[in-house]
């Protein structure tokens, strides 16, 4: 099961994040965090000390083993110069498996309490003014396109603010919900309709959560916006304002009203499954659209030739129930 954490700049995206993995660790739930927002707070939500957050490889800073890994032995990719944010997993590609040791849990994953936590990363500041944070979602979905995950393990994404993971990447595409928190504001709503409107075509999830609810009055006013995908309403947390500031406790300690929320989320997403065929289907368009739009004039090359038609996500999930 993937979860994304979508919603506008502030919206508390990455407090529900933390709170919903630190949820099911306490549950001894088998739970995979990824921060893929420019603005890497996740890692101290989780109870990370700045030092090891520090000294921990980024995905999207440190990509080499990542895309060596995957990479594989695909001959329809002639080298990690031609890997892109859509390129398609093939025979011969390498996947890093959820219960599975790999070389790149042993590079980029630290874990504290049960939550296994890994980062794309920001820009250095050389590098500010001279590339876009596509750089680092685009190493997230290379590594979600060979990410192999089952029933009943969690993979949660914290995402970069706004609408941006389902517009140009196709991002979103690679989750099975995404949970898209709004404040009671016009502005936070407005990415509601956005979200909604890019989503649908791909048969995306939406569920929706109202964060920084205070009165009845805030929560009538996301409801009249969001309509029936808005799923509960967080309100003021003492528990939460503690952790901004530098104050951290048990998630048991959130208050009951709030934790309740987190149930509420976990309840809608855990009756969902894959589709591994959509899923697929859904990479691959966004792959055509890539290529044709802007890959195939950048890398001097048909990008459509990785697509690898004798693969399939099905074929391979059912070997590895056949090995097990």
């Known amino acids: ?95 890093v498996y959820f219960d599975q040791p790999s070389p790149v849990y042993d590079h980029y994953q630290i874990e504290k309490d049960g939550v296994r936590f890994m980062a794309v990363g920001s820009h250095e500041d050389a590098e500010v003014g001279t590339t876009c944070f596509h750089k680092f979602t685009g190493v997230f979905g290379i590594f979600l396109n060979h990410f192999i995950d089952r029933e009943g393990q969690y993979l949660i994404g914290d995402m970069c603010a706004g609408a941006d993971p389902f517009a140009s990447s196709g991002l979103a595409t690679r989750f099975d919900a995404i949970v898209l928190v709004v404040e009671p504001t016009l502005k936070s ?47 003021k947390s003492e528990y939460v304002r503690n952790l901004e500031k530098g ?12 934790a309740q929320v987190i149930e509420t989320i976990l309840g809608k997403v855990s009756g969902l499954t894959r589709d591994w065929k959509k899923y697929q289907e859904n990479g691959l368009k966004f792959h055509k659209q890539a290529a044709e739009s802007w890959a195939n004039a950048m890398y001097g090359t048909d990008l459509m030739e990785q697509y690898d038609p004798e693969f399939s996500y099905e074929d391979l999930m059912g070997e590895k129930r056949k090995a097990a």
């Open 247 to 258: 104050i951290f406790a048990p998630v048991s300690e959130l208050e009951t009203d709030n």
């Open 1 to 95: 099961m993937r979860i994304a954490f979508c919603g506008k700049g502030g919206s508390g995206k990455s407090t529900m994040a933390s709170l919903t993995a630190r949820t099911l660790a306490a549950r001894q739930e088998p739970v995979l965090v990824i921060d893929g927002d420019i603005n890497q707070h996740l890692g101290e939500a989780l109870g990370f000390d700045e030092q090891t957050l520090e000294t921990q490889p980024k995905l999207g800073m440190d990509s080499e083993l990542l895309f060596n890994t995957v990479r594989g032995s695909n001959s329809r990719i002639p080298s990690t110069d031609f890997l892109t944010e859509s390129t398609p997993a093939g025979r011969g590609s390498g996947f």
């Open 189 to 235: 709503t407005g990415v509601y309709e956005q979200c909604r409107k890019y989503a649908e075509p791909y048969g995306t999830k939406i569920f929706v959560v109202g964060n920084k609810v205070e009165n009845k009055a805030d929560e009538d006013f996301i409801r009249e916006k969001i309509r029936e995908d808005l799923i509960a309403c967080f309100g």
